[in-house]
C-alpha cells in the first residue's frame, strides 16, 4: 500500500475532529444568547438580565421564576436535595403516616409531619389549603377543653400563614386564612370564649422575622402594618385585603374563584364585626363607626368592575339606575302610545283558556295548588313588553302614514313618533337586560340585603334598639322581668320608628328573623309560650305575620 | 400515643408458648429440609446413597455446630471487623455527624413535645437508617466478594469449620456495627442534650400582684421569656413559694433572690422533661349499662377501636385490677401524702355542654378482697394529656348507711370517716381496683389498659437512652444474620437485594399478616394492581368478569404463601424502643429479655442455614 494511502485514513479523522469543534464552537454562540445566567449588580458593575431563557423566566409577565412564586425557603430546598429525587415517594409516606398519627388522635406527631410535609411540598397551595384545613377544622374539635381547641385553631391559621409567604402570588392562602380567623373564631359554638382569648397576643407570637398573624392592613398603602388587631373579624379582614391585593398585582389566573364572592369577604368581615360588637355589649361610637365602614365598604364593593362570565363586567350597584332608566322609557313610551298596552294585554287575556282567566281572577291568597300554576303561565302569557307596545304604535302610525303626503310635517312627526317608541322600547330593554346581569351577581353575595343592613344599622335609633334588646336580654338572664320587659318594649318602639324611614327593612327575612326571636324571648318574659298572642295592638305586628308565615 | 407494655406479658408467661411455638416451625423447616434433601439425593444418588447421604449431613451438622472453636471464630470476626475498616465504613460515622450538624433545621423546638420530635424523628431515626444501611452493605457483600476474590480460598483450606466462618463472619460485622452506634450514640445524646437545654428569664417588671377573690392573700403572676417557641406561667405566693407551668412537658425550678422589685428570679434547665416512667399497669375490664362485667365498653363510632368507651352519669365504669401496690413500692418518704396514678383519658360528648368546663369523672378505689369501695376524687378530665391524679394515702368521706344514705351525728351533722389507702383498700398482697366513671349524661369516656397506670418511679433515663439503642442493634444483627445467610448462596447483588426484601418485609410484616388474613381494603396483591391500574378506591365492589375472578382466585393462591413468607420474617417493629426513650417510658427487663430471646430464634436458624450453603458451594475443594 502507498503512503499516501495508508496517511489519509488519519487526515480524515482528524479533519473530522476539525469539523466536530468548528461546530461545537459555532454552537457555543447560540446556547451563550439562549443559556447565560442572569447576575446581580454590584456598586461599580451593573448587574446583567442574562440571555433569553434568564429572562422569560424573570419576566414578571410568565413568573417561571421560583424566587417568583415566593420566598424560598433554604431548609425546604436542601430537604428536596436530600430526597434524591424520590420527593413524590417521600410525600406519599409522609402522607400516609399522617393520616395513621391522625387516627390515632396524635396530634403532636402529626403537626410534625406537617412541617416535613410543608418542606417537601412548598408551592402546591393545595397541600397548605388541605392541611391548614385540617388542622383548624378537624383537629380542634377533636379537642375537649376550650383552649385547646383554640390552639388548633390559631396552629393551622400559623401554618397557611407560613404557606402564604412560599406562595406570594397566589389569593386563595391569605384569603383562606382570612376564611379561618374570622369564620372559625367567629362563628363557633366557642366563639365568646375563643373571642376572649383572641385578645391575647401570646398566642400569636412568632419567632424569627415577619409580622404576626393578627397585624393590621393599611388600606391606603395596601400593606401589613405592625399594628396588632384584637378582634378577629378585623384579622380576616386584614387578610381578605392582602388577598385583593395579590390578585390585582399579579393578575393571576384564578379559574373557579367567584369574583363577586371573592370582594365581598372583606367588607362581609367589616359587617360581622360590627355584628360582634353588639353581641359583645357594644352600640356606642365604635358600633357606629364600625356599620359606617361597613357600608362605605360595601358601596365601594358595588362601585368595583367585575367579571360577570361570558357577560363581560358589570358594578353591582348600576342596578337601580338601570331599573330607574327602563321604567322611564316604558313610562315615555305609554305616553306616546296611551292605552296601546292596556288593548294589547286585553288581546291576549281574550286568547286565553277559561281556566287560565278564572286562576287570574282569583284572589292569590285563595288560589288552589293547580290555580296558582295557571294563575302562573297566564301571567307570563299576558305580560306586554315595550317591544310590542312600540311595534304596534309604529305599524299604526304607518298604516296612518300612507294616507298623509310624505313631506308633510304631520307625516315627518309620525316618522319621528315611531323611532322615538322603537329608541324608547330598545333601551329599555337594554337596560333591563344589564340589570338583569346585574341581579344575578348581586343575588349570588345578597347585595340588597347587606346595602339595607349596613345603611339601617348604623343610625342611632337602631344601635338603640339593638341596645334595648341586649339590655332586655341580661335584664331576664338576671331574673329581672319588669327590667326586661321595658327594655323589649323599648326596643320594639325604636324598631317600629326606623322601619317607618326605611320601609324595605320589613321585608328583610334576616331583620324578621330578629324581630320574631326578640318577640319570642318577651313572651316569654311575660310567661307566655312562643305561641301566645301578644298584647294588641301590637307595634310589630306588620312584620310578624309577613315573617312568621314564611317560617 | 400508647405506648403499651408489649401485650403486657412477663417474660415467664410469654418464652414457654413462644418456645413450643418456634421449636415447631424450626422442626417444620428442619424436617422439610431433611426431606428436600433426601428427595433430591434420591434422584441423583438412588436411595441407598440418599440415606447415607442425610445421615452424613446430619452427623457434620450436630459435629460442626458443637464443636465450635470459641478462637478460631474470633479470629475469623477480627478479619471481618479489619476487612469493614478497609471498607470505610467510618464514612457512615461521618454521615451521621453531618446529619446531626444540620439536624437542627429539621427540628421544631416549638413543638409539642420536642423531646418527642427530636429522639423519636431525627436521632433514633437516624442511627436506625444508617446501621441498617451498614449492616446491608457489609454484609450482603461480604462472602460473596471474597469468593469471587478467591480470598475465601485462603479461609475455607484451613481447618476451620463453615459454621465458624458464619458465626465469625456475623460476629465481626456485628462487632464493627456495636462501635459505630456506640460512637454514634453518644452523639447522638450529646446532641438531644444541647438541643432540648433551655431557660428562660424573669424579672420583677413581669410579675403584676393579683388578689384571689375572696382571700386576703396576693399572689405574684406573670410569663417568663420566650424561648424555643414557648412561655411559662410562673405563679409565687406570698411565702415565696414558687410554681413554673408545665408547659411543652417540662418545668424549671425558680430561684429568688431578694424581695420586691430587687428580688432577682433564676430559672434553671428543663425538669421532667427526659425521663423515664416506670409504670405499674393493671388489668382492665367493665361494666356494662346493666352493671355486668364485660370485656368492652360501647364503640362510639371511632375509626381506631384502641379504646372502649364508658356511658356517664350510668352504671358503665371502666375498672383496672393493680398488682404490685405496696407500701415498698410507694415508700412513705418518697410519697408522704399520694401516690400518683397517671390517666388519659378519651372525651366525647354527644352534646357540648358548657363548653367551658371538662366533663366530670369520678375515681373509686375498691378493696377486691373485702368489698370496700371509696370515693377518691371528682376531677374535669383532660382530653389526650396525661393527667397525674394523686391518690391520697389517707381518704376521709361522709359515713354512708347500708342503703347508701348519709349517716348524721346527734346534732344533725354527717359523719365523716378517713380510710388508709394501703391499710383499708389495698390488699396484704398490694392489689386494688381502680374504678372510673363518667358523672355527666350524654357524655362518654374512653380508654384502653394502658391509659392508667401507677407511677412507682423514674428510672435512668440514660440507661432507658441504651437500651433504646440495644433495640437499634438487636435489629441490625438481623439484617446481619440475614444478610451473611443469603450470601452464602446468592451472589453480591442478588444477597443485596434479598436482604433489602426481607428489610421492607420486616417493617412491613404486620401489613402483609393482615394481607394473608384477607383483613386488609382494597384485596390482596392482584386485586390492589388492579385497583391502582383502573384508578379505583379500596371500598367499590370490582366490576364482575374474567380479569376479576382471576384477580381473586390468584389471591387466594397468594395467601398461604404469605403468611408462610410472614412467619419467617423479623418484625422489626418489636425490636423499637425509640417511642419508649421518646415518650419517657423504662424499656422494662422482660420486654427486652424477650427480644433478645426472638434474636436469638432467628439467629440459630440463620446460622444453620448458612452453614448448609456455605458446606454445599464448591468452594476450594
Given at each position: 500500500?502507498?503512503?499516501?494511502?495508508?496517511?489519509?485514513?488519519?487526515?480524515?479523522?482528524?479533519?473530522?475532529?476539525?469539523?466536530?469543534?468548528?461546530?461545537?464552537?459555532?454552537?457555543?454562540?447560540?446556547?451563550?444568547?439562549?443559556?447565560?445566567?442572569?447576575?446581580?449588580?454590584?456598586?461599580?458593575?451593573?448587574?446583567?438580565?442574562?440571555?433569553?431563557?434568564?429572562?422569560?423566566?424573570?419576566?414578571?409577565?410568565?413568573?417561571?421564576?421560583?424566587?417568583?412564586?415566593?420566598?424560598?425557603?433554604?431548609?425546604?430546598?436542601?430537604?428536596?436535595?436530600?430526597?434524591?429525587?424520590?420527593?413524590?415517594?417521600?410525600?406519599?409516606?409522609?402522607?400516609?403516616?399522617?393520616?395513621?398519627?391522625?387516627?390515632?388522635?396524635?396530634?403532636?406527631?402529626?403537626?410534625?409531619?406537617?412541617?416535613?410535609?410543608?418542606?417537601?411540598?412548598?408551592?402546591?397551595?393545595?397541600?397548605?389549603?388541605?392541611?391548614?384545613?385540617?388542622?383548624?377544622?378537624?383537629?380542634?374539635?377533636?379537642?375537649?377543653?376550650?383552649?385547646?381547641?383554640?390552639?388548633?385553631?390559631?396552629?393551622?391559621?400559623?401554618?397557611?400563614?407560613?404557606?402564604?409567604?412560599?406562595?406570594?402570588?397566589?389569593?386563595?392562602?391569605?384569603?383562606?386564612?382570612?376564611?379561618?380567623?374570622?369564620?372559625?373564631?367567629?362563628?363557633?359554638?366557642?366563639?365568646?370564649?375563643?373571642?376572649?382569648?383572641?385578645?391575647?397576643?401570646?398566642?400569636?407570637?412568632?419567632?424569627?422575622?415577619?409580622?404576626?398573624?393578627?397585624?393590621?392592613?393599611?388600606?391606603?398603602?395596601?400593606?401589613?402594618?405592625?399594628?396588632?388587631?384584637?378582634?378577629?373579624?378585623?384579622?380576616?379582614?386584614?387578610?381578605?385585603?392582602?388577598?385583593?391585593?395579590?390578585?390585582?398585582?399579579?393578575?393571576?389566573?384564578?379559574?373557579?374563584?367567584?369574583?363577586?364572592?371573592?370582594?365581598?369577604?372583606?367588607?362581609?368581615?367589616?359587617?360581622?364585626?360590627?355584628?360582634?360588637?353588639?353581641?359583645?355589649?357594644?352600640?356606642?361610637?365604635?358600633?357606629?363607626?364600625?356599620?359606617?365602614?361597613?357600608?362605605?365598604?360595601?358601596?365601594?364593593?358595588?362601585?368595583?368592575?367585575?367579571?360577570?362570565?361570558?357577560?363581560?363586567?358589570?358594578?353591582?350597584?348600576?342596578?337601580?339606575?338601570?331599573?330607574?332608566?327602563?321604567?322611564?322609557?316604558?313610562?315615555?313610551?305609554?305616553?306616546?302610545?296611551?292605552?296601546?298596552?292596556?288593548?294589547?294585554?286585553?288581546?291576549?287575556?281574550?286568547?286565553?283558556?277559561?281556566?287560565?282567566?278564572?286562576?287570574?281572577?282569583?284572589?292569590?291568597?285563595?288560589?288552589?295548588?293547580?290555580?296558582?300554576?295557571?294563575?302562573?303561565?297566564?301571567?307570563?302569557?299576558?305580560?306586554?313588553?315595550?317591544?310590542?307596545?312600540?311595534?304596534?304604535?309604529?305599524?299604526?302610525?304607518?298604516?296612518?302614514?300612507?294616507?298623509?303626503?310624505?313631506?308633510?310635517?304631520?307625516?315627518?312627526?309620525?316618522?319621528?313618533?315611531?323611532?322615538?317608541?322603537?329608541?324608547?322600547?330598545?333601551?329599555?330593554?337594554?337596560?333591563?337586560?344589564?340589570?338583569?346581569?346585574?341581579?344575578?351577581?348581586?343575588?349570588?353575595?345578597?347585595?340588597?340585603?347587606?346595602?339595607?343592613?349596613?345603611?339601617?344599622?348604623?343610625?342611632?335609633?337602631?344601635?338603640?334598639?339593638?341596645r334595648a334588646i341586649y339590655d332586655a336580654d341580661q335584664a331576664m338572664a338576671g331574673a329581672q322581668i319588669a327590667a326586661a320587659l321595658a327594655g323589649y318594649e323599648k326596643g320594639f318602639a325604636l324598631w317600629r320608628k326606623v322601619i317607618d324611614s326605611h320601609p324595605a327593612l320589613a321585608e328583610d327575612s334576616e331583620f324578621g328573623y330578629d324581630v320574631i326571636e326578640a318577640v319570642n324571648r318577651y313572651r316569654r318574659a311575660r310567661g307566655q309560650d312562643e305561641k301566645a298572642d301578644l298584647p294588641q295592638p301590637f307595634i310589630l305586628q306588620d312584620v310578624l305575620n309577613k315573617h312568621e308565615k314564611r317560617r | 400515643m400508647p405506648i403499651e407494655s408489649y401485650d403486657f406479658q412477663t417474660f415467664a408467661e410469654w418464652f414457654p408458648g413462644a418456645f413450643a411455638y418456634w421449636a415447631a416451625v424450626m422442626g417444620c423447616l428442619l424436617v422439610g429440609g431433611l426431606i428436600t434433601g433426601f428427595f433430591v439425593s434420591v434422584l441423583r444418588s438412588g436411595p441407598m446413597r440418599a440415606v447415607e447421604v442425610v445421615g452424613r449431613a446430619v452427623r457434620d451438622l450436630v459435629l460442626d455446630m458443637t464443636l465450635l472453636s470459641p478462637r478460631r471464630i474470633l479470629a475469623l470476626a477480627w478479619v471481618a471487623v479489619k476487612e469493614a475498616v478497609r471498607r470505610r465504613v467510618l464514612v457512615v460515622f461521618a454521615l451521621f455527624l453531618v446529619l446531626m450538624l444540620f439536624a437542627g433545621w429539621f427540628i421544631n423546638t416549638a413543638s409539642d413535645h420536642p423531646e418527642r420530635v427530636c429522639i423519636g424523628r431525627l436521632v433514633f431515626p437516624a442511627m436506625w437508617v444508617l446501621t441498617f444501611l451498614l449492616g446491608l452493605f457489609l454484609s450482603s457483600m461480604s462472602l460473596p466478594l471474597d469468593i469471587k476474590n478467591r480470598t475465601l480460598h485462603t479461609v475455607v483450606t484451613k481447618p476451620v469449620r463453615q459454621s465458624e466462618i458464619v458465626l465469625g463472619r456475623i460476629l465481626g460485622f456485628a462487632a464493627v456495627g456495636t462501635l459505630l452506634l456506640a460512637a454514634m450514640g453518644v452523639i447522638g445524646w450529646l446532641f438531644t442534650i444541647r438541643t432540648l437545654s433551655h431557660t428562660h428569664t424573669l424579672t420583677a417588671g413581669q410579675l403584676k400582684e393579683e388578689t384571689t377573690p375572696g382571700s386576703q392573700t396576693s399572689l405574684l403572676k406573670g410569663k417568663t421569656s420566650a424561648a424555643s417557641g414557648h412561655q411559662h406561667a410562673v405563679t409565687i405566693d406570698a411565702s415565696g413559694e414558687a410554681v413554673v407551668e408545665m408547659k411543652q412537658g417540662h418545668t424549671h425550678d425558680l430561684y429568688i433572690e431578694g424581695e420586691g422589685d430587687d428580688a432577682t428570679?433564676?430559672?434553671?434547665?428543663?425538669?421532667?422533661?427526659?425521663?423515664?416512667?416506670?409504670?405499674?399497669?393493671?388489668?382492665?375490664?367493665?361494666?356494662?349499662?346493666?352493671?355486668?362485667?364485660?370485656?368492652?365498653?360501647?364503640n362510639t363510632g371511632d375509626e381506631w377501636t384502641y379504646r372502649s368507651f364508658i356511658e356517664g352519669a350510668g352504671r358503665m365504669a371502666a375498672i383496672w385490677e393493680f398488682k404490685g401496690i405496696t407500701q415498698r413500692a410507694f415508700p412513705e418518704s418518697e410519697f408522704p401524702e399520694s401516690i400518683p396514678l397517671d390517666l388519659t383519658i378519651e372525651v366525647f360528648r354527644t352534646h357540648k355542654g358548657d363548653v367551658s368546663k371538662a366533663v366530670a369523672g369520678g375515681l373509686w378505689l375498691r378493696n377486691p378482697d373485702t368489698g370496700l369501695k371509696v370515693e377518691a376524687q371528682v376531677f374535669g378530665a383532660k382530653k389526650f394529656s396525661r393527667d397525674v391524679r394523686p391518690i391520697p394515702r389517707s381518704i376521709e368521706v361522709f359515713k354512708k348507711d347500708a342503703k347508701g344514705k348519709p349517716v348524721k351525728d346527734a346534732n344533725g351533722r354527717p359523719v365523716r370517716e378517713t380510710y388508709d389507702l394501703f391499710r383499708d383498700l389495698v390488699t396484704p398482697d398490694g392489689r386494688v381496683e381502680v374504678w372510673l366513671q363518667c358523672l355527666e349524661g350524654g357524655q362518654y369516656f374512653g380508654m384502653a389498659r394502658a391509659d392508667a397506670y401507677f407511677h412507682a418511679r423514674d428510672a435512668s433515663f440514660v440507661l432507658n437512652f441504651v437500651k433504646g439503642l440495644l433495640g437499634i442493634w438487636m435489629q441490625m444483627a438481623l439484617v446481619i444474620g440475614f444478610g451473611v445467610m443469603l450470601s452464602t448462596f446468592l451472589s453480591a447483588p442478588v444477597a443485596l437485594l434479598a436482604t433489602v426484601f426481607v428489610i421492607v418485609g420486616g417493617i412491613f410484616r404486620d401489613f402483609i399478616v393482615d394481607l394473608a388474613a384477607g383483613k386488609t381494603y382494597g384485596g390482596g396483591p392482584w386485586e390492589s394492581a388492579i385497583r391502582l391500574f383502573t384508578q379505583q378506591n379500596q371500598i367499590v365492589e370490582l366490576e364482575p368478569g374474567l380479569r376479576t375472578s382471576a384477580a381473586l382466585t390468584f389471591d387466594t393462591i397468594a395467601k398461604p404463601a404469605l403468611w408462610m413468607i410472614s412467619r419467617v420474617l423479623p418484625a422489626f417493629g418489636n425490636f423499637e424502643f425509640d417511642d419508649y426513650v421518646s415518650y419517657g417510658y423504662a424499656v422494662d427487663g422482660d420486654l427486652l429479655l424477650r427480644c433478645a430471646f426472638q434474636l436469638i430464634g432467628f439467629l440459630l436458624p440463620l446460622t444453620v442455614a448458612g452453614y448448609f450453603f456455605l458446606k454445599n458451594r464448591e468452594v476450594a475443594r
Open positions: 500500500m502507498s503512503p499516501e494511502k495508508t496517511a489519509d485514513p488519519r487526515r480524515r479523522s482528524f479533519y473530522r475532529k476539525l469539523a466536530y469543534v468548528a461546530g461545537i464552537c459555532l454552537l457555543l454562540f447560540p446556547l451563550f444568547v439562549l443559556g447565560h445566567p442572569a447576575t446581580h449588580g454590584t456598586r461599580d458593575t451593573p448587574g446583567r438580565s442574562g440571555g433569553v431563557l434568564a429572562q422569560l423566566r424573570n419576566d414578571p409577565e410568565h413568573g417561571f421564576s421560583q424566587t417568583q412564586l415566593g420566598e424560598i425557603d433554604m431548609t425546604s430546598e436542601t430537604f428536596k436535595l436530600a430526597t434524591l429525587g424520590m420527593r413524590g415517594i417521600a410525600v406519599q409516606v409522609l402522607w400516609a403516616k399522617y393520616n395513621k398519627y391522625r387516627m390515632q388522635k396524635n396530634f403532636s406527631f402529626a403537626w410534625d409531619l406537617l412541617q416535613q410535609l410543608k418542606q417537601l411540598a412548598p408551592h402546591f397551595t393545595k397541600v397548605w389549603e388541605h392541611l391548614a384545613w385540617d388542622i383548624t377544622y378537624n383537629v380542634s374539635v377533636a379537642q375537649d377543653d376550650y383552649k385547646d381547641k383554640f390552639f388548633w385553631v390559631v396552629g393551622g391559621a400559623k401554618y397557611l400563614k407560613e404557606g402564604i409567604a412560599l406562595n406570594g402570588r397566589e389569593p386563595r392562602l391569605p384569603r383562606e386564612l382570612g376564611r379561618f380567623i374570622s369564620q372559625k373564631v367567629g362563628r363557633a359554638d366557642e366563639t365568646p370564649l375563643y373571642r376572649a382569648l383572641f385578645r391575647d397576643e401570646a398566642w400569636f407570637q412568632t419567632e424569627g422575622e415577619g409580622l404576626p398573624l393578627n397585624a393590621g392592613y393599611n388600606e391606603q398603602t395596601q400593606t401589613r402594618e405592625h399594628l396588632v388587631l384584637r378582634d378577629n373579624w378585623q384579622v380576616g379582614k386584614a387578610w381578605y385585603r392582602e388577598a385583593e391585593r395579590v390578585l390585582a398585582e399579579y393578575h393571576v389566573y384564578a379559574p373557579g374563584l367567584s369574583r363577586p364572592v371573592f370582594y365581598s369577604d372583606a367588607p362581609l368581615a367589616q359587617m360581622y364585626y360590627a355584628m360582634a360588637l353588639e353581641k359583645d355589649g357594644s352600640f356606642d361610637k365604635v358600633a357606629e363607626d364600625a356599620w359606617h365602614t361597613a357600608g362605605r365598604d360595601w358601596r365601594e364593593f358595588g362601585e368595583r368592575e367585575l367579571p360577570a362570565g361570558d357577560e363581560g363586567t358589570v358594578r353591582l350597584n348600576d342596578y337601580e339606575p338601570l331599573v330607574q332608566e327602563a321604567n322611564e322609557c316604558t313610562t315615555a313610551l305609554d305616553k306616546l302610545a296611551p292605552g296601546v298596552r292596556d288593548e294589547i294585554r286585553g288581546e291576549k287575556v281574550a286568547k286565553l283558556r277559561s281556566a287560565e282567566r278564572k286562576a287570574l281572577d282569583t284572589p292569590a291568597d285563595k288560589r288552589t295548588e293547580d290555580e296558582v300554576r295557571a294563575a302562573y303561565e297566564a301571567q307570563s302569557r299576558i305580560e306586554v313588553t315595550n317591544d310590542e307596545v312600540a311595534n304596534r304604535l309604529a305599524q299604526s302610525l304607518r298604516r296612518q302614514l300612507r294616507k298623509l303626503p310624505r313631506d308633510s310635517e304631520e307625516a315627518q312627526g309620525m316618522e319621528r313618533k315611531a323611532k322615538e317608541a322603537l329608541s324608547l322600547a330598545q333601551r329599555a330593554a337594554k337596560a333591563q337586560e344589564q340589570a338583569k346581569r346585574i341581579d344575578r351577581q348581586r343575588s349570588i353575595v345578597n347585595f340588597a340585603h347587606w346595602r339595607l343592613r349596613a345603611e339601617v344599622e348604623q343610625t342611632r335609633d337602631m344601635l338603640d334598639a339593638r | 428570679y433564676t430559672l434553671e434547665g428543663p425538669k421532667d422533661q427526659l425521663v423515664a416512667r416506670v409504670p405499674i399497669y393493671g388489668k382492665l375490664h367493665f361494666l356494662d349499662r346493666a352493671g355486668n362485667e364485660a370485656e368492652k365498653g360501647v
